[in-house]
């Protein structure tokens, strides 16, 4: 039931209303503050925000005909529900502490969670999950995304309890490579190879990684990953960098029915990376294709996996990693170093003042 909850007509938030980067087109702003939730809807009052690199894409990609003017990015939140329509599900009381993700047509409606208040339909494809008890709002939101989608290719991917099943994370230290580590630890993976900058290897190492290789130490890298383990070769690799010659080279470290997971990057530009795409799905192998199945792998179906992630994040099998966090004001700075694609774990923004 909604509440007489006092909301101001207006609130701040960050917003863009054409492609460019986060420098060139972001800035603080106000908005209208969402309605009173009517249905199964929420309003929630959000505390922290995360970002990602997957923000700084959509920013600088979609073009402005195709969105809302003043967009607002953001995809990870948590927050407090302030009101809720009739048709809430009761595990969403007022004052409840939620986490969660919005569903990829937020990036083209501009409704994003760098804003003070979101109204989200619960039985979307939005993510609102309460937030575990051992767990403070801050730490559940930087699970968010990352989290997400370490538990759905997990879960696809076959992973459970004695699979036996050894895998490459390329690219381990940052929002997802932190998240998949210790999810593919808690629900099974035999052995855990991990590529990050010699810095980071104790942090992989304490979340689950078994051994660690530094990806700049060892180049050409897809020669040293043949040397390496060719005669031991890998069940999945999965790939946060978006590597197109480790795929070129999988078949001399990955076994022959196996699937190698891209994540998405656009370390290549956008036209070469799509034009990767194409070759990786769909060129035959008769005319030179890689011979191991690729997929690119997106949010799509995150809700199937909330239970189980949040239930791993309440068992303390979950431990977030935040780079840093940065005031409502400083977003700009945040994704400065978002954008380096060298984060430690994530970059969080403390949204409420108080
Ligand atoms: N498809 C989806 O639904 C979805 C969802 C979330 C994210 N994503 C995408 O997934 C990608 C990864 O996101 P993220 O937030 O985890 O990235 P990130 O935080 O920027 O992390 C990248 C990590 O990769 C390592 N790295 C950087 N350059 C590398 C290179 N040339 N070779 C090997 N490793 C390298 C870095 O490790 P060191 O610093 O240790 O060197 C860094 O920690 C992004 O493109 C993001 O947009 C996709």
């Known amino acids: ?39 199964d809807e929420v309003l929630i009052k959000i505390e922290y925000a995360g970002l990602s690199f997957g923000d700084l894409k959509t920013m600088g990609l979609i073009p402005s005909f195709l969105r809302t003017k003043n967009s607002v990015p953001g995809t990870d939140y948590a ?54 008890s051992n767990m403070t709002l801050q730490e559940a939101g930087a699970v968010a995304i990352g989290g997400l989608m370490a538990m759905l290719i997990c879960k696809n991917g076959g992973i ?11 690219g381990s230290s940052g929002q997802c490579g932190t998240a998949f580590i210790q999810v593919a630890k808690a629900m099974g993976a035999k052995e855990i190879v991990a590529t990050c900058s010699t810095p980071n290897f104790d942090m992989v190492k304490r979340l689950g990684a078994d051994v660690t290789i530094d990806y700049r130490k060892e180049a050409p ?58 070759v990786n799905l769909y060129w035959p192998q008769w005319l030179g294709g890689t011979p191991r199945r690729f997929i690119m792998f997106g949010p799509w179906e995150t809700p199937k996996v909330i239970d189980p992630l949040t239930k791993l994040m309440a068992d303390g099998k979950i431990k977030p990693v935040i780079e840093r966090t940065v005031a409502f004001d400083q977003v700009l700075e945040g994704y400065d170093v978002v954008a380096t694609k060298r984060t430690r774990g994530k970059v969080m923004v403390k949204v409420a003042s108080s």
């Open 160 to 170: 459970k309890e004695d699979c036996g099943i050894r895998m490459l994370v390329h």
């Open 79 to 132: 927050g407090v529900i302030i009101a809720k329509g009739p048709l809430a599900p009761s595990k969403f009381e007022i004052g409840t502490e939620v986490f969660g993700t919005l569903e990829t047509d937020s990036k083209r409606h501009g409704t994003g969670a760098l804003c003070e208040y979101i109204c989200l339909s619960t039985s979307s494809n939005n993510i609102v999950a309460p937030v575990p």
């Open 221 to 278: 890298f897809s020669e040293y990953l043949a040397k390496e383990y060719g005669d031991r070769k890998f069940d999945i690799i999965v790939d946060t960098v978006g590597a197109q010659d480790v795929y070129t080279h999988s078949p001399a470290f990955l076994k022959d029915d196996c699937v190698y997971v891209n994540i998405g990057d656009y370390t290549n530009g956008l036209f070469r990376t799509v034009f990767h795409w194409f």
């Open 1 to 39: 039931m909604a509440t007489n909850t006092f909301l101001p007509p207006i609130m701040k938030a960050w917003t863009f209303s054409q492609p460019g980067t986060h420098r060139q087109v972001l800035s603080q702003t106000t908005v209208p503050t969402p309605n009173l939730p009517t249905g």
